[in-house]
Nanobody, 117 residues
């Protein structure tokens, strides 16, 4: 499975940005797709996930500001980010996995989001 992420960049505080990640290859369903991020000097952390049935989970730090969605037959995961803060600056990684196939756990290449004036 390959995950191709896009949409990162530089944005001012309070601005918005949309990330997308398209999965291709030997996709297994149902699955979970989501976004994680890693800021400099910090561990990778969960941002948001969405199950095949549409159930979402958000980190407390992004609730009310970020929205996750799945499109393209549920094989693309999007992250709409609004009211961005400097502390949102990180490399964002998309991920897909299942809870019934332990080896089915794939990561995208990461896309940098920088929130700065």
């Amino acid at each position: 499975v390959q995950l191709q992420a896009s949409g990162g960049g530089l944005v001012q505080p309070g601005g918005s940005l949309r990330l997308s990640c398209a999965a291709s290859g030997s996709i297994v369903s149902p699955n979970v797709m989501g976004w994680y991020r890693q800021a400099p000097g910090k561990q990778r952390e969960l941002v948001a996930t969405m199950t095949w049935s549409g159930r979402t989970n958000y980190a407390d730090s992004v609730k009310g500001r970020f929205t996750i969605s799945r499109t393209n037959g549920k094989n693309t995961v999007n992250l709409e980010m609004t009211s961005l803060k400097p502390e949102d600056t990180a490399v964002y990684y998309c991920n897909t996995k299942t809870d019934y196939m332990r080896d089915y756990d794939y990561w995208g290449q990461g896309t940098l989001v920088t929130v700065s004036s």
